[in-house]
């Protein structure tokens, strides 16, 4: 994300959060009701074939709206179809349950059961009000009942606001819509909101005040999921927007854009790797570094044991039993190519490793220098990868 453009919507968030929360405003109502909507769930779902639909058009009132809108009655269709005939309230409260059996946080079997769910809300709509245009459900619908029902584990969704926010902050993988959309790419730009609004300065102090405008008790959010729907929706209620500069772009844009990204993130773990072997090899030269000085011992592969008498730079001056004469050795290429040896008991695990390094020292020092290159030229799109 662009954590620039994020900063500025939280910065823009904590300073009109008393606006926010007060007034006809009251944005705090959210957690009000997720705090009440699962033991009423419960109670509605619970209840036998007659009490159900009155039970359920208390769940549907209590949402005031947030579920529905002026153009979709999709939540109060539901407590609808249950008022007109036993049958359909037993379908209706089947299909419920069924869409609020946990699913242990597998997103393949959350989208079968969210498809599921849609497809019996338009079968329900064809047999009872087939012209209602605004009994339509979309994905909001089962998104935002588990998103009430179980905060800590589902995420809620309005696809407008979402995807204004998504603009902003330049997240560009694209989620679809639908039956069709795709949760873990809906699931990541929450989660990334809500690990940045972690470690921003006004964290603190948005959790914690927001009981003071409170009428009724709240849901505790531990995991945050109603805060991160609550910032994407004010972004675009209360244009938290103000400020901030950005283009909205079309989809070939954000292809390539989302292209750039992902050959930075690449370049960036190349450079990652390329800095491990640099470090490496330092390691393998400073290894042997430590093995020369005067009075070490040293295996030559024809000469056997001998003591070291002199070292200047690369160059080692030995002598061996089998010799009456000293013999000069550039160390570094003789332990390349295994004539010298400084291998023992203690360092034998990882000695053959070290000499390795030493053979492709020139290699990992061009791959360090070509992976630092192709990390500057992705510098503009790390930033937003923060």
């Not at 709509?125 to 998104?143: E, G, H, Q, T």
């Not at 640099?278 to 295996?299: C, I, N, P, Q, W």
């Not at 690369?314 to 050795?329: M, W």
């Amino acid at each position: 994300m662009n954590r620039t453009h994020f900063d500025q919507i939280i910065d823009n968030y904590a300073a009109r959060f008393v606006e926010l929360n007060t007034g006809d405003n009251n944005e705090v109502y959210k957690w009000e009701i997720a705090a009440e909507f699962r033991p009423m769930m419960d109670a509605a779902l619970a209840a036998d074939d007659r009490d159900f639909p009155a039970k359920l058009a208390a769940v549907v009132l209590l949402t005031k709206q947030t579920i529905d809108n002026g153009a979709e009655l999709a939540f109060y269709a539901l407590a609808d179809y249950a008022r007109r005939e036993l049958q359909a309230a037993r379908e209706v409260r089947d299909a419920l349950h069924q869409l609020l059996t946990p699913d242990g946080g597998d997103l393949e079997v959350r989208t079968q059961r969210f498809t599921e769910f849609l497809n019996f809300c338009k079968s329900m709509r064809a047999r009872y009000c087939p012209d209602s245009w605004r009994y339509r459900a979309s994905i909001r619908l089962p998104m935002m009942i588990t998103g009430f029902y179980d905060s800590d584990h589902y995420y809620m969704y309005k696809a407008s606001q979402a995807q204004a926010y998504a603009d902003c902050v330049e997240f560009y993988d694209d989620w679809g819509s639908g039956a069709k959309m795709d949760l873990r790419i809906y699931h990541r730009m929450c989660d990334e909101l809500i690990e940045a609004i972690k470690s921003h300065p006004q964290f603190s102090n948005i959790r914690d005040d927001r009981v003071k405008f409170a009428k009724k008790p709240l849901h505790p959010d531990i995991e945050l999921h109603i805060l991160a729907f609550d910032v994407i929706f004010c972004c675009t209620v209360y244009n938290l927007f103000e400020g901030i500069h950005y283009s909205v772009r079309n989809a070939e844009e954000k292809r390539i854009h989302l292209e750039k990204m992902n050959e930075a993130i690449n370049a960036r773990a190349n450079h990652a790797e390329a800095l491990d072997r640099m470090a490496r090899l330092d390691y393998a030269e400073a290894f042997f570094a430590e093995k020369l000085s005067v009075g070490s011992a040293v295996t030559h592969k024809r000469f056997g044991v001998g003591t070291i008498t002199g070292l200047s730079g690369k160059v080692i001056e030995a002598r061996f039993s089998g010799l009456d004469h000293p013999s000069t050795l550039v160390w570094h290429d003789c332990v390349k190519t295994g004539l010298l040896s400084f291998k023992t008991e203690e360092n034998a695990a990882e000695y053959d490793e070290l000499v390795t390094l030493l053979r492709q020292a020139e290699v990992i020092r061009k791959n360090a220098a070509i992976a630092e290159k192709k990390l500057e030229q992705y510098a503009e799109y790390l930033q937003f990868d923060e």
